[in-house]
């Protein structure tokens, strides 16, 4: 009984965890709307998810016990992570005008290849060879940071931890640097 009781409380704490994240990512796509939506929806998904769990394993306390468990726990959890990507769609906001004036004056000068693309990689290994003001040095560092939603795929390869896990490599190029700001804020 013990053993079911712990692979319970594993199901319910990972669930708790994974549904908020996934569902607040698809509803970041959507805009503010789209993350209020995803949080009820992840709140709800949590409070079906714990009375299914509790009826599976037949855990102690009513399932309405565990429903209500799984809908404050999820609807706490997605409530954090909207405050937190809010927080980060303001800060794309205030960085987006900044992107396209920075990115395409240092663009040469970290395409240093000519492949017409810049990789997260190469800004930081430019940024630790060069020298530039705080505020260029900044932008950099955000376009770096966020190179998959300013850029685009440009390879996958399979992971190194996990081979059958591809990974996309991201690169940003001069359009894609022009348009940012445009796509900021049509999405």
Request: aromatic letters at 8%; a negative charge.
């Amino acid at each position: 009984m013990t053993e079911f009781m712990l692979i319970a409380a594993s199901c319910f704490l990972v669930q708790a965890l994974l549904v908020p994240a996934l569902a607040l990512s698809i509803g970041r796509e959507y805009g503010p709307g789209g993350l209020d939506i995803s949080s009820i929806a992840a709140a709800v998904a949590g409070a079906m998810l714990g009375f299914m769990i509790d009826l599976n394993f037949n855990l102690p306390f009513s399932p309405f016990f565990w429903a209500l468990a799984g809908l404050v726990l999820n609807g706490s959890i997605a409530s954090a992570l909207q405050s937190m990507i809010i927080k980060q769609i303001e800060r794309e906001a205030l960085m987006a005008p900044h992107v396209s004036e920075v990115g395409l004056r240092m663009f040469n000068r970290i395409d240093t290849a000519g492949t017409g693309v810049i990789r997260a990689d190469q800004i930081w290994s430019f940024l630790r060879k060069e020298q530039v003001d705080d505020e260029t040095k900044a932008v950099l560092e955000f376009i770096a940071d966020t190179i998959s939603g300013i850029g685009h795929v440009v390879d996958v390869v399979p992971s190194a931890q996990i081979s059958a896990v591809p990974v996309c490599i991201y690169a940003a190029s001069r359009r894609d640097l022009e348009s940012y700001q445009a796509r900021l804020r049509s999405a």
